[in-house]
Structure formats: C-alpha cells, structure tokens
C-alpha cells in the first residue's frame, strides 16, 4: 500500500512571504497522480494543485507550485505571496488505477499566515 | 453546475444507533467516493460507486455500507453506532483523476 507522509505538522508564515510544504510518499507504481488539497475551517475540500506522475514538469497553479522530484518521491507545495486566505490544512494525496482511484491523504500540515 | 451537496450537514446519534448519510454528485458524475475524517485517523476511503455498483472499497468494517441510486446520488450507512464513529463524512464526485469534494456531514455519537 501507498503511504505518503507530511512530516510537518504545523508551519507559520507571514503576509506576502512563500512557504513551502514538504510531502514524500511510497509506491512502486510508475504512474501515479499527487494531489495537494486544502481545507479551511469551513471544512469545504478544495483542490490546489495536481500532478501527473509521467510529466516531468511541475504543475503551477498562480501562486501555487510544486516540486516534483519522482526519483526522491517528493513532491512538495511552494505558496507564493501567502495571503490570509491561505490559512487552512494542506493535505498532500496519492491516486493511482491500481488503488482504484481513491485518495490516500497524508496526515496534513497545518498552515497559519499572520499578518 | 452546483457542487457536490451533502445531507444534513450535521448529526448527533447515541451508541447502538444507525444512521444514513446522503450525497449528491455533480450533474454528469457517475462515480461517488465516501471518506471518513477524524483527528486520530486522518482522511481515509471508505468506498466508491460508479453506476450503482460498489467499485472499491478501504478497510472498514462490515457496519459502513453504502448505495447508490439510478441518479447517482449515495447514501451512506452505518449501523450499531460506535463512539469511534464521530468523525466528518465527505463525499467526492469523480471524472477522471479528479475528485470534488463537498462540504461534508458532521457525526457526533454520544
């Protein structure tokens, strides 16, 4: 089974600076999708930003971007510019057909942006 | 299109008891996945049905159990209520890789 872990239980950034949110995770499969979801206090699961195992390129959603390293099986979140808005749990997830398409979700990170 | 809707957004049910958790996918969504969230657990799958037939399943007990209707919409069940059971229930539609979450049902077993 695929495990994918956030070794950073919580984090703090101030305004307008960037943040990086590590994940890893552990498969054998060579295709694979990775997911970063965000959660605010109103509980509503949002989609961030989404990467296909077979691209080499990084996925970039506005201020959002990730870093994909398939070797190292690392694929961590950078938040650019942090706004207030970004303050919610951030979970990092792992999709393939062999799992049947379902979400396995690491534990999260909890992110805080002050003003 | 209007999102995934989830129904009622909250419960509270004693031990022993049943309950039935309702979903509604996105117009066009075929497939319908449970998740169970608690603080201890994290996010985990429960289920998934795609044109009325359960496709995959996580590791639950046989108490989880789920349907799913000609329209697509889900209804989840769980009997013989556990206070392990307290949890946030989302639903997801899926097409594809990608799975829209709705907002939720809030379970509290006293």
């Known amino acids: 089974a695929q495990t994918v872990t956030q070794s950073q239980p919580e984090m703090s950034v101030q305004e307008a600076e960037t943040v990086t949110l590590s994940c890893t995770y552990d498969t054998s499969e060579s295709n694979y999708y990775l997911f970063w979801y965000k959660q605010p206090p109103s509980r509503q699961m949002i989609l961030v930003i989404r990467?296909?195992?077979?691209?080499?390129q990084n996925a970039t959603e506005n201020r959002f971007s990730v870093n994909f390293q398939k070797a190292a099986k690392s694929f961590s979140l950078k938040i650019s510019d942090s706004q207030l808005g970004d303050t919610a749990m951030y979970f990092c997830?792992?999709?393939?057909?062999?799992?049947?398409?379902?979400?396995?979700f690491g534990k999260g990170t909890s992110l805080l942006v002050t003003p | 299109k209007a999102g995934v809707t989830q129904t009622p957004r909250y419960l509270i049910k004693t031990r022993g008891q049943q309950v039935t958790l309702s979903c509604s996918p996105i117009s066009g969504h075929r497939s319908v996945s449970w998740y169970q969230q608690t603080p201890g657990q994290g996010l985990q799958f429960l289920f998934e049905?795609?044109?009325?037939?359960?496709?995959n399943k996580g590791n639950f007990p046989g108490r989880f159990s789920g349907r799913q209707f000609s329209n697509s919409r889900s209804e989840m069940n769980v009997s013989t209520l556990e206070l392990g059971d307290s949890a946030l229930y989302l639903c997801a539609s899926r097409v594809w890789n990608e799975q829209f979450f709705g907002p939720g049902t809030r379970l509290t077993v006293l």
């Open positions: 049905y795609f044109s009325e037939t359960q496709r």
């Open positions: 990467q296909e195992a077979y691209k080499q």
């Open positions: 997830a792992f999709m393939s057909s062999r799992s049947g398409y379902a979400l396995n």
